[in-house]
């Protein structure tokens, strides 16, 4: 993809952690995995479960070349590239929103995989540029990887 700075207008990183799960290592699979350099805030957000139990909201959003290395990083790293090509076109919404579901567990080995089935997730929301999506949709996962 040509380097351009509105290609991804934001990257919007979003998971849940339960009292079950170590927050630490979630926290840092992501920063490993997907953050790497990218310096930015992470926002915790404590909930709570129908029983009383505790969910952590992790919540990071990142912004233009920030936001386009981050989406560039997740999809050309995709273990399972070919699901997400042939449900692209489901994962967009009108307003150019791109979703992407990842399994939080898979995360934790390093490992960047997409998952439609569990709710154990790491979601995804990426902005992509009008003008990158008018160049084609079909061409939209080159363009961003580069090949």
């Known amino acids: 993809m040509t380097e351009k700075?509105?290609?991804?207008?934001?990257?919007?990183?979003?998971?849940?952690?339960?009292?079950?799960?170590?927050?630490?290592?979630?926290?840092?699979?992501?920063?490993?995995v997907i953050l790497r350099d990218a310096k930015?805030?992470?926002i915790?957000?404590?909930?709570?479960?129908?029983?009383?139990?505790?969910?952590?909201?992790?919540?990071?959003?990142?912004?233009?070349e920030n936001?386009?290395?981050?989406?560039?990083?997740?999809?050309?790293?995709?273990?399972n590239l070919d699901r997400l090509l042939s449900t692209l076109r489901d994962r967009l919404d009108r307003a150019g929103n791109l979703f992407i579901r990842l399994n939080k567990q898979e995360l934790i080995?390093?490992?960047?995989?997409?998952?439609?089935?569990?709710?154990?997730?790491?979601?995804?929301?990426a902005r992509i540029s009008r003008r990158l999506l008018k160049e084609g949709l079909e061409n939209l996962v080159e363009k961003i990887c580069g090949k």
């Open 5 to 32: 700075r509105d290609d991804v207008k934001f990257v919007e990183i979003e998971t849940y952690v339960h009292a079950t799960e170590d927050i630490d290592k979630v926290i840092e699979a992501i920063k490993e």
């Open 40 to 42: 930015t805030p992470i």
């Open 44 to 64: 915790l957000e404590v909930l709570w479960g129908t029983f009383g139990n505790r969910i952590v909201r992790v919540k990071i959003f990142l912004e233009n």
């Open 67 to 79: 936001a386009t290395n981050i989406l560039k990083r997740v999809i050309c790293n995709l273990s």
């Open 109 to 125: 080995k390093g490992k960047i995989v997409l998952d439609d089935e569990s709710d154990d997730i790491v979601r995804i929301k």
